[in-house]
């Protein structure tokens, strides 16, 4: 893998990300688009948000599939491997 010199921004607002064009195109990523930012160890991926909240379809102006994602959310940030199987 080639290796690339890249710059590391920081931001006032906590929810914005800056990624670099040529990265941007690699993820298919569109300015504008949400993600989640999952940090684990030295890793960081991202989730498309809208790519998943497009699958909504009918369930768009849910409140009640809203609310179970909130509480699958919710239950997944809190999860831990001592609580499993």
Excluded: Y
């Amino acid at each position: 893998m080639e290796s690339q010199q890249v710059t590391v921004t920081t931001s006032l607002d906590d929810n914005v990300i800056s990624i670099p064009e040529r990265l941007m195109v690699a993820l298919s990523l569109r300015d504008g688009d949400r993600v989640k930012a999952i940090v684990t160890s030295e890793v960081l991926r991202l989730a498309s948000i809208d790519r998943f909240l497009a699958l909504r379809g009918v369930f768009a102006d849910d409140e009640g599939f809203d609310e179970a994602m909130r509480l699958i959310e919710n239950n997944w940030q809190t999860w831990t491997t001592s609580n499993s199987a």
